[in-house]
T-cell receptor, first 113, second 116 residues
Framework: NAGVTQTPKFQVLKTGQSMTLQCAQDMNHNSMYWYRQDPGMGLRLIYYSASEGTTDKGEVPNGYNVSRLNKREFSLRLESAAPSQTSVYFC????????????FGPGTRLTVT | AQTVTQSQPEMSVQEAETVTLSCTYDTSESNYYLFWYKQPPSRQMILVIRQEAYKQQNATENRFSVNFQKAAKSFSLKISDSQLGDTAMYFCAFMSSNFGNEKLTFGTGTRLTIIP
């Protein structure tokens, strides 16, 4: 099992450009999450999806959109990137209601200039 | 809303010694889960240990153990016989036990360095 995979690993964007971060898991998990990690601030939840077809906002959703394409995939889209979105982005997944452990992907380092 | 506070931004300890990382949290819920995650330089988030709030017994995983004080809302991590591979950022995290609300709230982290 590959666990949680994310693409790309690194990305540089210019202000105003758009891009989609891809996340996939092969553990048959119901729930998936997107976090961002900024220096000195820990990880903060952007969006999450408790099941296929549902998404909900987290703590810092502004400037982002998400799509739960199917049970395996959960993508994060930046429509018009801003320097404030420079961060490391993590995708995670878990089985709803069991163990409560979240499994994380390797992260995407995004720089917006 | 829950908050998680880690008041030690950085710590260092000699190899083979014992170190304790502090974490406090604030919640009005009576049942919940607490976690310690490790993030080495590779950036990968790795679960170290988990504690269910309804369990009085402190969780242990090999060299890692916690001191869970529910009334004080304190959840510290003790690393015994520290090893060079323990060098990493450590994050304390809170999760509600409400079904369908399994979102993690993280602290700001403690950067731990093990000195050879």
């Amino acid at each position: 099992n590959a666990g949680v995979t994310q693409t790309p690993k690194f990305q540089v964007l210019k202000t105003g450009q758009s891009m989609t971060l891809q996340c996939a898991q092969d553990m048959n998990h119901n729930s998936m999450y997107w976090y961002r990690q900024d220096p000195g601030m820990g990880l903060r939840l952007i969006y999450y999806s408790a099941s296929e077809g549902t998404t909900d906002k987290g703590e810092v959703p502004n400037g982002y959109n998400v799509s739960r394409l199917n049970k395996r995939e959960f993508s994060l889209r930046l429509e018009s990137a801003a320097p404030s979105q420079t961060s490391v982005y993590f995708c995670a997944s878990s089985v709803t209601g069991e163990s409560y452990e979240q499994y994380f992907g390797p992260g995407t380092r995004l720089t917006v200039t | 809303a829950q908050t998680v506070t880690q008041s030690q931004p950085e710590m260092s300890v000699q190899e083979a010694e014992t170190v304790t990382l502090s974490c406090t949290y604030d919640t009005s819920e009576s049942n919940y889960y607490l976690f310690w995650y490790k993030q080495p330089p590779s950036r990968q988030m790795i679960l170290v240990i988990r504690q269910e709030a309804y369990k009085q017994q402190n969780a242990t995983e090999n060299r890692f153990s916690v001191n869970f004080q529910k009334a004080a809302k304190s959840f510290s991590l003790k690393i015994s016989d520290s090893q060079l591979g323990d060098t990493a950022m450590y994050f304390c995290a809170f999760m509600s036990s409400n079904f369908g609300n399994e979102k993690l709230t993280f602290g700001t982290g403690t950067r731990l360095t093990i000195i050879p």
